[in-house]
């Protein structure tokens, strides 16, 4: 058996039209993003209720609901708790979004954001995974 110290690297350089079709290519991001303004809002809910935001967060879950087959669960729950779980955790500016593990795979790559309009305000999953949501947007189905 050799220990390879020997081995040379070599790099080839791609064609153009090989390094075209990369660039195109959707880059796909692991974990889960959380905007600026999701974190303000997680750490004032956290606050209005009375919680440490290094204690506390938003944790997200899937649960089987809905027409298109799946909906999303937000509360705001303890860290140490989800840590116990094996819950996956994210963090930017001080807030911390922990996803339920057997959930996460259904939301990698995603992003949390807060949305406010006219109509409603709330925080908003960013999913690329979704294959079809249900009319009134309350559900969806994930890419097979």
């Known amino acids: 058996m050799s220990d390879c110290s020997n081995v040379q690297k070599v790099f ?23 905007t600026d303004k999701a974190a303000e809002k997680i750490l004032y809910f956290c606050q209005q209720t009375g919680k440490n935001p290094e204690e506390y967060g938003l944790k ?3 649960v ?4 298109s087959g799946n909906s999303y669960v937000m509360d705001i729950a303890s860290i ?6 094996g819950d996956k955790f994210f963090a930017h500016n001080g807030a911390t979004v922990m996803v339920e ?4 795979m259904f939301v990698i790559g995603s992003d ?19 294959k079809k949501t249900c009319s009134c947007g309350s559900s969806f189905s994930v890419k097979g």
């Open 12 to 34: 080839v350089p791609l064609d153009k039209d090989k390094q075209a079709s990369l660039a195109e290519q959707p880059v796909i991001k692991s974990g889960i993003g959380i």
């Open 112 to 130: 949390v954001d807060y949305v406010e309009t006219l109509l409603m305000s709330g925080f908003q999953m960013v999913n690329p995974n979704i």
């Open 64 to 67: 089987k609901d809905g027409c």
């Open 101 to 104: 593990k057997l959930s996460y």
């Open 80 to 85: 140490a708790e989800s840590k116990e779980a």
């Open 60 to 62: 997200v879950s899937v």
